[in-house]
Structure formats: C-alpha cells, structure tokens
C-alpha cells in the first residue's frame, strides 16, 4: 500500500504546454504539500494545503495551480511550461501541524 | 531568513568506519527539525524528528543529537547500504504557516565502501 503516490513518475513535453501532476494520500492526513528539488538537489516548498486550505505559497510563479479536491487529493497544473521548470516534483503529506511528513516518490518533469 | 547548511557537501566513508554530519541552522524560533534519508530517484524517507536542545534519538546504527545551534547525525560502523544523500530540515514557530513548512539543507551525500 502506497502512502503517498504521484502520477506520473516521468514526464516529458514541449515548451508551451500545460501539464498536471496527481497526487493521492492514504494515511488520513489533513495536510498535504508540493515541494520542488532542483538539478542541485536543493528541496524547497511551493505550496501546503491544509484540509483543502491553501496555507503556504512561497513565492511560485501563477503559471503553477495547485487544486485539493479533497484532503486526500492535491493535484498540480501547470500553465505554459519554460525550460527552467524542468524539475522533480515531489509531493507530501502530514498531520496537522506539520509533524514528520511522508514524500511520494516524486515526478521528474523535463521541457525541451 | 530561515537557513540551514549541511556539512560535508560529500562524505566518503570505509564499511565500519564511523563519522558524524553536521546540520547547522538559524531560525527565528525552533518548532522541530528532521533528518531524512534520500535514495537516488526517490523521495526522502523520515528518519528523525528533534525538538529541543539535548534530546537524542537512534534507529540502528544511526543517532541524531540537538543543540540550540546545530544538529548532528552520528554514524556507527555504516555499512553500504547506508549509501544515500542525508537531508536535515527546520520547522519554526511563527505565523503565516511557518509551521506547516519544512526548510531543508542541501544534504550530504554519503558513500560507504565495502
């Protein structure tokens, strides 16, 4: 059983598209969040979501949508994609209060 | 601004041979900060999470300690499957969702050989 599962693990597209990115939780949390890891590693937070509330959005360009259907649910939608986008995605979920949060295995976004 | 810094950036390490990595932070107010162990083309896996100063934790051959400055992982004769890259993250206090945030270092890859 997959406690937090991203779709889809790898994608590739052009310069100009519009692009989303699913994830899923199954631990019951009420928080869940995007966090982007660049080419040098470096992890940073894009946005958290706490019971479909938008809490935290660190300064992410508004080409990036996210969207919590429900508290299990928190997609990612892209707009009009630029090189500099390319990235793994990872997202995360957590209790309240943001104790130890558990990652998916991440979706390595790539624009040509 | 909330900084961490990780230190060594590399570390290479003989099986058996034991070592520490250092996580340095300075934050307004210290709500928790994490260790995670990440494998190449995975997320990060949890591994601790330390609140205040003096606590300690351990998992196998790994222990993590807390200062009011800085954090350390303690690694006892590693083995290579203890191969990853070691991230070390900061929760603060505060408002605006601080507290709904991790602040991660950039991590330390370490390579055990057998």
């Known amino acids: 059983d997959t406690a937090v599962s991203q779709t889809p693990k790898y994608l590739v597209t052009q310069m100009g598209n519009d692009k989303s990115i699913k994830c899923e939780q199954n631990l019951g949390h009420d928080t869940m969040y995007w966090y982007k890891q660049d080419s040098k590693k470096f992890l940073k937070i894009m946005f958290s979501?706490?019971?479909?509330?938008?809490?935290i959005n660190e300064t992410v360009p508004n080409r990036f949508s996210p969207k919590s259907p429900d508290k299990a649910h928190l997609n990612l939608h892209i707009n009009s994609l630029e090189l500099g986008d390319s990235a793994v995605y990872f997202c995360?979920?957590?209790?309240?209060?943001?104790?130890?949060?558990?990652f998916g295995q991440g979706t390595r976004l790539t624009v040509v | 601004e909330d900084q961490v810094t990780q230190s060594p950036e590399a570390l290479r390490l003989q099986e058996g041979e034991s070592s520490s990595l250092n996580c340095s932070y300075t934050v307004s107010g210290l709500r928790g900060l994490f260790w995670y162990r990440q494998d190449p083309g995975k997320g990060p896996e949890f591994l601790f999470t330390l609140y205040s100063a003096g606590e300690e934790k351990e998992k196998e051959r790994l222990k993590a300690t807390l200062t009011k400055k800085e954090s350390f992982l303690h690694i006892t004769a590693p083995k290579p499957e203890d191969s990853a890259t070691y991230l070390c993250?900061?929760?603060?206090?505060?408002?605006?969702?601080?507290?709904?945030?991790?602040?991660f270092g950039k991590g330390t890859l370490l390579t055990v050989n057998p």
């Open positions: 995360a979920s957590s209790n309240v209060g943001g104790t130890e949060a558990f």
């Open positions: 979501y706490n019971n479909k509330e938008l809490i």
């Open positions: 993250a900061v929760q603060t206090t505060g408002s605006g969702g601080s507290n709904y945030k991790l602040t």
